[in-house]
């Protein structure tokens, strides 16, 4: 019995080991609690009820942050935070909440072409609209707390 049986020996339990541990990984209570976050990939991965969508023009150029009166908060013009808030989880919404909600601009995106599209939210509240179609997105309401911080 030479070396290279041995050294496939030893792989084979490694494996076996790691085969064991990733099992109780994925049994514990912290992977589940994980996998049904609104906000987390792996929920989408799992097939949760939150899909991907993409609210804003395809040459957006910038976003601006509303308050509730209709003010400018914040205006976004890099890249990276343009494809934070445009690129978001959404998930359901009750038919109850969208007929209660009073809906007001929260973001408007535009290009260079001066086009706009608007994104509306009702107050205190991670249900948002765009193009009348409404949805909750607990992910942009965090991303839209995080950048108007100062």
């Not at 019995?1 to 990733?22: C, D, E, P, T």
């Not at 991907?52 to 040459?59: F, G, K, Q, T």
């Not at 009702?122 to 409404?134: K, L, T």
């Amino acid at each position: 019995m030479g070396f290279k049986f041995w050294l496939k020996v030893a792989f084979m339990i490694g494996s076996f080991g790691l085969v064991i541990y990733g099992m109780q990984q994925l049994r514990s209570s912290e992977f589940a609690r994980e996998a049904q976050k609104d906000d987390s990939a792996l929920s989408l991965l799992l097939g949760g009820e939150t899909r991907p969508l993409n609210w804003c023009l395809p040459e957006t150029k910038k976003v601006e942050i509303l308050s509730e009166k209709g003010e400018v908060l914040k205006s976004l013009t890099s890249a990276q935070d343009i494809s934070s808030v445009c690129e978001i989880l959404i998930g359901p919404i009750s038919t109850d909440v969208v007929q209660k909600s009073q809906f007001n601009r929260r973001l408007v995106a535009s290009d260079a072409k001066g086009t706009t599209k608007t994104l509306e939210q009702a107050a205190n509240s991670p249900y948002f609209r765009a193009d009348e179609m409404p949805m909750s997105s607990v992910m942009l309401e965090k991303v839209l707390q995080r950048l108007l911080q100062p």
